[in-house]
Nanobody, 123 residues
Framework: QVQLVESGGGLVQAGGSLRLSCATS????????MGWFRQAPGKEREFVAA????????YYAASVKGRFTISRDNAKNTVYLQMNSLKPEDTAVYYC????????????????WGQGTQVTVSS
């Protein structure tokens, strides 16, 4: 059993910040590549960010680069997504994902998923 649980979503005004957390259990967290996806109403789930096992390398969608930061704390079995300068178009359900096999950009490449946490950014 591998479980991922997101938290930290909520309602913020444009320009504000949120920090999402994803707590994992069931396997060795340090062995996972981790990532974040998001899905807005009526749209497909899209890649947001990914981080390697060591945390040394990170990858971002162009739409969030410079505003969002993915990080991990292997001692706490937790991955984070710091979201700054939020825009209304960032409104979506954000999902934590783990253990990629293939391209980071494809949802089907990831083995494990959290339940999602809602982020709403008002104008």
């Amino acid at each position: 059993q591998v479980q991922l649980v997101e938290s930290g979503g909520g309602l913020v005004q444009a320009g504000g910040s949120l920090r999402l957390s994803c707590a994992t259990s069931g396997r060795s967290f340090s062995s996972y590549v981790m990532g974040w996806f998001r899905q807005a109403p009526g749209k497909e789930r899209e890649f947001v960010a990914a981080i390697t096992r060591s945390g040394i390398s990170t990858y971002y969608a162009a739409s969030v680069k410079g505003r969002f930061t993915i990080s991990r704390d292997n001692a706490k079995n937790t991955v984070y997504l710091q979201m700054n300068s939020l825009k209304p178009e960032d409104t979506a359900v954000y999902y934590c994902a783990g253990e990629v096999a293939g391209s980071y950009y494809y949802m089907t490449s990831w083995h494990y998923w959290g339940q999602g946490t809602q982020v709403t950014v008002s104008s």
